[in-house]
């Protein structure tokens, strides 16, 4: 029997889904559902510009009031749960990505998060993770939003629809500069999906989507990027983009997704160094902590 099922085996009964290393964050609040040719050049991410870009004077306003009204944590936040959660969920994975433990770790301030279906919550915490750490006062994120067949981290923000990842992976004269979005928060930048494209699996699957990786890892170490990726059991570009990455983020809808699929998930990502899940939506029990947390198991 294998340590996930193992996991699984225990946690029955205590509301709780285990993986290694794991995080498990209980909610009683209802969160957001929300559901080519490879072209073989060395890229440099920090190059310029050569040709005029709508998006190098441009500022991403970010619509705060509606990120508020929609349950996530913004600058001012007052709700003081919400906060402490996100910080406790970002507390191993920046730790990995800056900490002791980043030494044996490939690409570890490289995030991905997921699900298994559509609805579980990723993009509510893929953003939720990006805000909660783009507002310490040393740290940068940039958010790349890779769920190209679905995307929703521009509208969700409140930001216009501009070229953005699958511009840059055909590289058609498009420079890394010209996809991103400076935010009206200073630690925050954001990398639209662009355009629908039929053959988006390939071009994320593309030697210039692992050049762009790499590049973002080794020249920028000092930053988080965090990829919203599509649904692993919905799409193939989940489990590509999962080996680009040095760390996964699983979000598992409490109560709703069967454990049938979490495992199937799971399997797909067994080539992954390092892999943390996330219950979500799932209701406070009265032996929790006191915001509402299971219990971490590694």
Request: aromatic residues 6%; hydrophobic residues 40%.
């Amino acid at each position: 029997m294998s340590i996930i099922e193992k996991a699984f085996n225990k946690a029955k009964g205590q509301g709780q889904i285990t993986n290694n290393p794991i995080q498990v964050l209980n909610e009683d609040r209802n969160l957001l559902n929300v559901t080519g040719v490879e072209k073989e050049t060395c890229i440099d991410v920090s190059k310029p510009s050569t040709t005029s870009s709508p998006n190098e004077s441009k500022m991403a306003e970010i619509d705060w009031v509606k990120l508020a009204e929609l349950g996530f944590v913004t600058p001012g936040d007052s709700n003081t749960q919400a906060i402490e959660e996100y910080r406790n969920i970002k507390r191993p994975l920046v730790n990995n990505a800056f900490g002791e433990a980043s030494s044996g770790i490939d690409r570890a301030n490289l995030i991905l998060i997921t699900s298994s279906v559509p609805g579980e919550g990723k993009t509510f915490t893929a953003i939720n993770l990006a805000l909660s750490i783009a507002n310490e006062r040393d740290k940068k994120v940039l958010l790349i939003d890779a769920d190209v067949a679905r995307p929703s981290v521009s509208k969700t923000l409140g930001i216009q629809s501009s070229p953005g990842l699958i511009e840059y992976l055909e590289g058609q004269d498009v420079e890394f500069s010209d996809i991103v979005l400076k935010t009206n928060m200073p630690g925050l930048r954001i990398i639209p999906a662009g355009k629908q494209h039929k053959h988006s699996t390939e071009l994320l699957a593309s030697n210039r989507m692992v050049l762009l990786a790499q590049q973002l890892s080794n020249r920028y170490p000092d930053r988080i990027v965090i990829f919203d990726s599509p649904p692993l059991l919905a799409a193939t570009q989940g489990q590509v983009l999962a080996e680009l990455v040095g760390q996964v983020v699983l979000v598992i809808e409490a109560e709703t997704t069967p454990q049938s699929m979490v495992m199937e998930s799971a399997s797909r990502l067994a080539s992954c160094d390092v892999v943390f899940t996330v219950l979500n939506k799932a209701k406070s029990t009265g032996d929790a902590g006191y915001y509402g947390y299971g219990q971490y198991a590694h």
